[in-house]
């Protein structure tokens, strides 16, 4: 699993700082996450390919996390794209890009799918064998989700040896892996722990911006390896967090902690701040595990 | 006048190169043309004041001159703009705005008033006593204008010596400068020409991208200072231009010789280019006076 931040600042692009966007690579899928104006420059200058990606997720439909999204789908176009496009939003986000595309009339040539989001609980939205996705409803000042995105379980660990040892078929590998036991001719059980392996821990990413403080997300995310969570704020301006909607570097660290998460990345830094370091002092004081975002900053996890 | 181009590429935002924006100042005003994603933060790597803008005149509703419409209206917002933002271009652009703004529950609390643009003729779409603004209907794609901001004709410059000479009181001074003869008390007739020198020639640019070649915009543009003509192509790309409704550097340079501009300024590049000069040597053997647009480049004219 592995993290590239394309931007990680609030409000609005500047010369060095990008707005939300980010790429989670999990068992060799991309998905992207929101899509602030500048976020197909940064793919580029990530290195990352336009044809990896399939998935795009947006939070909630502010400037800063959503504006970059109609030239991306045009460059898809122009570079030739002929796979699906799956785009998952706030409704409205369908009525917005096909309104832009048609001014313009540059209707794509690739299949361009949108899948509207309203429900205010969370909802599984994608999965397939590999990856589960399912909505964080947040709190915000319109509607926005986070996204848990889940490695699924993988199948159990062949044990080489002791299948071996029990002269047992290669026909029934596949169930083993599955987790049956098997019988054997002599009616012996060979009960399926003693036959293999757990398999790795799947691994899981919370993102979670933009959103005020809120406990009713510590049961979704609970135990996630990692959870990005929103600091528009620093202490010093705790004052604006609530009536903004946004989260201070203490809050996000309190949610980490009563979350029982693994690590916890910082980010959606409001630019007023010249350095941010204060932001990992601040959060360190409530949970040890801390990472600050940075624009073009990949996390391996 | 002086024109800062903030963006001059063709087709889609890259690490180096920017779409089409550019700010013209003239006679103290800034009217910014076009704007391409990213040109927010172009418009801050050129240190150009945000509120000096009130006017934003865009040629057409292709991605590459107008994708950062939204983003940069939503940061007037954000950094405290109370002044009215003009904004003009083809029918269809306030829907797409407002629906981006309504959106994100973002509307403007500055007076943002649009003005659509439908006519196939040249239109005066803004006059005051310094400046006029009249399209110019190009042959592309969808629906675009080209622009051509001339200065207004400065009133006469007062010949002091020769009003001291014939005793000319002061209240007769405007009406010098506006062009009148004088009639002295002894019922003498001073021609205007003897009280007055004629005032400097009103500058004028115009902006023509993006557009096949077409001669019908000669008259339009006829004489003026400075022609910015797109050319996507060089000759070894011409059997594209009019599949596209994109032109060579030969064919802008056609209509700058034809249409006798002071300098030709080519711009609107085809990122499959990795060197300009090319561009600059075509243009050169049918007219004499070219340049490169570039993107950060300042041209004071």
Redesign the interface.
Same mark, same amino acid.
């Given at each position: 699993m592995k993290l590239t931040v394309l931007g990680c600042y609030a &409000?609005?692009?500047? !010369?060095l700082n990008n707005p939300t966007s980010q790429v989670l690579e999990i068992k060799n899928q991309l998905f992207l996450i929101d899509c602030g104006? *500048?976020t197909?420059?940064q793919l580029?200058?990530s290195k990352i390919k336009f044809s990896r990606i399939n998935h795009i997720l947006i939070s $909630? %439909? $502010? +400037?800063d996390h959503?504006? *970059?999204l109609? +030239?991306l789908i !045009?460059?898809f176009r %122009?570079l030739g794209r002929t796979n699906e496009l799956h785009v998952y939003g706030?409704k *409205?986000?369908k009525? &917005?890009i096909t %309104?832009?595309l048609k001014? *313009?009339? !540059?209707w794509t040539n690739y299949p361009l799918v949108f899948h509207e989001l309203t429900s205010t609980e969370p909802e599984r939205i994608y999965e397939d064998d590999k990856v589960s996705i399912t909505t964080i409803p947040l709190e915000h000042?319109?509607y926005t989700n986070g996204f848990l995105i889940r490695e699924q379980l993988a199948e159990r660990k062949l044990n080489v040896k002791a299948v071996a040892k029990y002269k047992i078929d290669k026909c029934y590998f596949q169930n083993i892996k599955n987790g049956k036991d098997i019988v054997l001719d002599n009616n012996t059980i060979i009960p399926n722990a003693l036959l293999t392996f757990d398999p790795p821990a799947p691994k899981s990413y919370a993102f979670c911006s933009d959103t005020a403080f809120s406990r009713r997300i510590i049961p979704w995310i609970s135990n996630v390896d990692v959870l990005y969570h929103e600091t528009t704020f620093l202490e010093t301006e705790k004052r604006l967090a609530p009536k903004t909607k946004h989260a201070t570097a203490k809050e996000a660290a309190t949610i980490a902690k009563e979350a029982n998460v693994g690590l916890l990345i910082l980010g959606h830094f409001s630019t007023r701040y010249q350095s941010l370091d204060l932001f990992k002092e601040e959060a360190k004081t409530i949970f040890p595990n801390v990472e600050l975002a940075d624009d073009g900053k990949e996390f391996d996890l």
């Amino acid at each position: 699993m592995k993290l590239t931040v394309l931007g990680c600042y609030a &409000a609005t692009p500047r !010369s060095l700082n990008n707005p939300t966007s980010q790429v989670l690579e999990i068992k060799n899928q991309l998905f992207l996450i929101d899509c602030g104006e *500048g976020t197909q420059v940064q793919l580029r200058k990530s290195k990352i390919k336009f044809s990896r990606i399939n998935h795009i997720l947006i939070s $909630h %439909l $502010h +400037g800063d996390h959503f504006f *970059g999204l109609p +030239g991306l789908i !045009s460059t898809f176009r %122009l570079l030739g794209r002929t796979n699906e496009l799956h785009v998952y939003g706030p409704k *409205g986000i369908k009525e &917005a890009i096909t %309104l832009f595309l048609k001014l *313009g009339d !540059s209707w794509t040539n690739y299949p361009l799918v949108f899948h509207e989001l309203t429900s205010t609980e969370p909802e599984r939205i994608y999965e397939d064998d590999k990856v589960s996705i399912t909505t964080i409803p947040l709190e915000h000042r319109v509607y926005t989700n986070g996204f848990l995105i889940r490695e699924q379980l993988a199948e159990r660990k062949l044990n080489v040896k002791a299948v071996a040892k029990y002269k047992i078929d290669k026909c029934y590998f596949q169930n083993i892996k599955n987790g049956k036991d098997i019988v054997l001719d002599n009616n012996t059980i060979i009960p399926n722990a003693l036959l293999t392996f757990d398999p790795p821990a799947p691994k899981s990413y919370a993102f979670c911006s933009d959103t005020a403080f809120s406990r009713r997300i510590i049961p979704w995310i609970s135990n996630v390896d990692v959870l990005y969570h929103e600091t528009t704020f620093l202490e010093t301006e705790k004052r604006l967090a609530p009536k903004t909607k946004h989260a201070t570097a203490k809050e996000a660290a309190t949610i980490a902690k009563e979350a029982n998460v693994g690590l916890l990345i910082l980010g959606h830094f409001s630019t007023r701040y010249q350095s941010l370091d204060l932001f990992k002092e601040e959060a360190k004081t409530i949970f040890p595990n801390v990472e600050l975002a940075d624009d073009g900053k990949e996390f391996d996890l």
